[in-house]
C-alpha cells in the first residue's frame, strides 16, 4: 500500500499531518473500525485529534476514495482502508464484518435499472454466521459451488 501523503495527494486532498495520521492508525489497527476506536487509538499513540477534526478528516477522505465507509447496516459508520471496492458479511453471532469481493471489482457493481437516474454505487451487506461461528455451530460455511451442486 502506498503511503498517506501519496494516496491524499493523490485523491486531491492536503497531506495534513492529521490526515496522515489518520491513514496510519487505519493501516495500523487494520479492519473496519469506528471513529471512536480511531481517535481512542490515536490518542494512545499521542497524537490528539478534536472529535470534529476527526469526524471531518475521515468524511473528507471517505468523499475522496481515500477510505471507505464499511456499511453494515444501522449504526455506528465505520473505516477502512481498500484498494478495491468489495461489500460485506456481517456475521449475526459475533459481529464480525468481513469483506465480500465484488462480482465485478468496481463500482456500482449492480445494475439498478432505474430509468433516468445514475448509480455511481451499490454495497452490499450480506447477513449470517462467518466461516469461524458457522464451524463452530456445526454449520459449514456455503460456497457457490456447493451452491450449485445442490440445485440451488
Known sequence: MTDGATRLRAAGLRATPQRIAIIDTLDRLGGHRTAEEIGG???GSGTVLPRASLYHALAAMAARGVLLVADAGP???RYELAAEWHHHLVCRACGVIVDVPCVTG???????????AIVDEAQVVFRGLC???????????SSAADDDRAGA
Open 131 to 141: 466461516p469461524a461461528c458457522a464451524t463452530a455451530a456445526g454449520r459449514p460455511a
Open 75 to 77: 449504526g455506528t459508520a
Open 106 to 116: 468496481a463500482k456500482p457493481c449492480l445494475d439498478a435499472r432505474v430509468p433516468g
Open 41 to 43: 487509538a490515536m490518542r
